[in-house]
């Protein structure tokens, strides 16, 4: 077999809609919700956090009317196939193709099973392009009666076929001496790789484990692996994607109605990644397919709408809790990178000449590779200069740290090789969400806090020790995301109220004549940043002033449109404007005043 030809079996295989040798812009997730009504669609850029598709994209209309267990693979011919199981008890499956995932061809059963003696099911259909054969594989599961079994046996069967009319007689794919269904099949490593669920009426009296089995060949012969996916729980239809040489395996905790996920690289030990993951609520059995930017674009059609309702983001990755600051003529973004349940584990900077046009730096600080004292939770950070050095103030495992570095975008080194902050002692509020001020006459302060108190120490000149007790900030309804600044001899605190989860997520202020308080709250207005139509949870910012200017800007998040929430979120930007009396106006997370194509603000230069 040549190089081009195993590359488009590894894609196929795949069920890719891409070439092998090529990166997907993004992945599907098939699905359909409960007894079977249809094809549903999520999408994904890391086949991790999925976002739910609002539509039935296929209703079923053959055999017993059901769609269940859908699976899609993009032939040699352009076409997409679609294979599902079609009902309980029927002895075939159903069959459709499509040019665009929109628009599907009439339905057809396709009779697999029919000349099975005694044969029960035909679930769990499965699709393959074997280039070598020139030939779709067909693999599902079916309950059929074996010699010296007591009742119909389940297990992976299989039928090829060139044009969906004429099928080989069906045979047994893999027998691994116990009852399973679910099979799956990928290619990993240049072996081929299958996940099966072991039904739960096995003679240890646990429920089945979800295995995996390996061979040279699609067609076998498969040796079954000793270590499971997952073992003594209830769980079934394995779904999995392999990602630079490691294994994703999604399974459905079907009384539970709920998603997990275990990732291995070498099919031994396996990982449980499910904190990690989001998976639409209510999903049921389906299988994932790497996809190209014009399919994707195609399906999220219907978003289109969504989209156009609100700001374009500044940032394009889903990011939140951005400071923002300007270094030299450069504007620089230092956000948390989103992922499902706030599992983040590693800092990135944005940088713009003009408030509109953003380019991602890279990962300069990665917990789990540069930090002893924390792997995960890396969340909300700061950055200042001070004497030609940089001072990152960063979040990890609920603790806040401090790294050095002498460029705005890295490398950063922690400083401290431990916290600079936790919880304990005189420290009463959770250790998260650092804002770092220098004063006019050189004093630094860091600023901190989730729940009240918000506190507030005292930075030595080093920028990397406390200075004397911390001083508690009394602020109206404060929750978190603290950041102070100093305008015309005032000093200006801001805060956002409410969870992160809620819609009306908003942020409230207040000023002072002290860097420490006591801080005054407006009546009026006290509220100048909060939802607005499509836009909601609109807080957790930052400030940053044009140098030499009167100018100011907040870059906040918003939950993420469509399919955002609390751990689905992006960055936007809006001017903030004074009154006569340098009292906050409200903003409008609306404003349009950094769309693509528009001059933005540059920082003028400095003498």
């Not at 074996?146 to 044009?163: E, I």
């Amino acid at each position: 077999m040549t190089l081009r030809n195993l590359l488009f079996l590894v894609a196929v295989l795949a069920g890719s809609l891409v070439r092998a040798d090529e990166k997907p812009a993004g992945y599907l997730f098939t699905s359909f919700r409960g007894s079977g009504d249809g094809l549903h669609l999520a999408y994904s850029f890391d086949a991790m956090d999925w976002t739910e598709l609002k539509r039935v994209f296929l209703k079923p209309e053959v055999g017993s009317k059901l769609l269940r267990d859908p699976h899609i693979l993009k032939g040699p011919d352009g076409l997409f196939h679609m294979v599902w199981t079609s009902g309980w008890h029927d002895k075939g499956i159903g069959y459709a193709t499509s040019k665009d995932l929109l628009e599907w061809s009439d339905q057809r059963f396709l009779p697999l099973t029919g000349k099975i003696d005694g044969v029960e099911t035909t679930w769990a259909p499965e699709l393959y392009w074997l280039e070598g054969e020139q030939s779709y594989l067909i693999v599902w599961s079916s309950a059929v009666p074996m010699v010296g079994k007591h009742g119909a046996q389940h297990r992976a069967w299989y039928s090829l076929t060139k044009d969906f009319k004429l099928f080989s007689e069906p045979q047994i794919l893999f027998d691994p001496g116990f009852n399973n269904i679910d099979t799956t099949l990928v290619e990993m490593k240049g072996k081929y790789v299958l996940f099966l669920k072991e039904t739960d009426d096995q003679e240890k009296g646990v429920w089945g484990a979800i295995r995996s089995a390996i061979a040279d060949k699609p067609l076998g012969p498969y040796r079954l692996l000793k270590e499971p996916v997952i073992e003594k729980e209830r769980a079934e239809g394995p779904a999995a994607v392999v990602m630079d040489g490691r294994a994703t395996v999604y399974f459905d905790y079907y009384v539970e109605h709920r998603y997990g996920a275990r990732r291995s690289g070498d099919l031994k030990r396996w990982q449980d990644v499910t904190g990690g993951t989001h998976v639409v609520e209510g999903q049921r059995h389906g299988s994932i397919l790497p996809v190209s930017a014009e399919v994707l674009a195609g399906v999220r059609g219907e978003e289109k709408e969504a989209i156009a309702s609100v700001p374009k983001r500044a940032l394009d990755q889903y990011t939140a809790d951005p400071s923002i600051r300007a270094f030299g003529d450069t504007y620089y973004i230092y956000p948390t990178s989103d992922r499902p349940n706030w599992n983040t584990f590693e800092f990135a900077a944005w940088s713009s000449k003009n408030l509109v046009d953003w380019k991602k730096e890279g990962v300069f600080l990665d917990l789990r590779k540069d930090i002893d004292w924390a792997d995960v939770r890396a969340w909300a950070p700061d950055c200042i200069e001070r004497g030609g050095r940089y001072y990152f103030y960063f979040c990890g495992d609920g603790k806040i740290g401090v790294a050095v570095g002498d460029s705005p975008t890295g490398p950063f080194k922690d400083a401290l090789g431990k916290p600079l902050l936790k919880r304990g002692g005189k420290v009463h509020t959770n250790t998260i969400d650092p804002c770092a001020f220098i004063d006019d006459d050189g004093q630094a302060y860091l600023y901190f806090g989730n729940g009240q108190p918000c506190q507030v120490y005292q930075l030595k000149k080093d920028m990397i020790h406390l200075d004397g007790d911390p001083v508690d900030l009394q602020l109206r309804d404060f929750r978190e995301g603290i950041v102070v600044f100093k305008r015309k001899g005032k000093y200006y605190f801001m805060w956002s109220i409410d969870d992160a989860r809620s819609p009306n997520y908003r942020v409230g202020w207040g000023w002072s004549d002290t860097p420490t308080g006591p801080v005054e709250s407006p009546h009026r207005d006290f509220i100048v940043l909060q939802k607005n139509g499509n836009a909601v949870a609109t807080a957790h910012h930052g400030v940053v002033n044009v140098p030499g200017t009167d100018r100011w800007f907040v870059a906040y998040h918003r939950h993420a449109v469509p399919g955002g929430g609390g751990y689905k979120r992006e960055v936007a930007i809006v001017e903030m404007k004074f009154d006569d009396e340098g009292r906050i106006l409200p903003m409008d997370p609306l404003d349009r005043s950094f769309e693509p194509g528009t001059e933005g603000v540059t920082i003028p230069p400095q003498h």
